[in-house]
């Protein structure tokens, strides 16, 4: 049980020495890239971007069916087409 107990010290300990490694080097990042946010900022700011990228692929993805549906054609005809890949990367 002692054992155990130790081991599970050294991985939390571990744990912390890590956590703070990533601190560091978030705040050399932030101070290169004149950013002034906190990590649950940027996160926060990197959800939104990413619902907002969603939003406009599916808006496209809308404008593109009804521009198929017009042709009497596939949407990836549409795509190839208009020079896009349908893959979304």
Excluded: W
Excluded at 7 to 19: D, F, I, P, T
Excluded at 30 to 52: A, D, F
Excluded at 68 to 82: R, S, Y
């Amino acid at each position: 049980m002692d054992k155990q107990i130790e081991k599970r010290n050294e991985q939390v300990q571990e744990l912390r020495n890590k956590c703070k490694e990533l601190e560091k080097e978030f705040e050399i990042l932030c101070q290169q890239n004149g950013s002034t946010h906190t990590p649950g900022e940027l996160k926060v700011l990197h959800i939104r971007r990413l619902k907002e990228y969603n939003e406009l692929r599916d808006t496209g993805l809308r404008l593109v069916q009804i521009i198929a549906g017009e042709k009497q054609c596939k949407l990836k005809e549409v795509f190839d087409e208009m020079g896009f890949d349908m893959e979304d990367r």
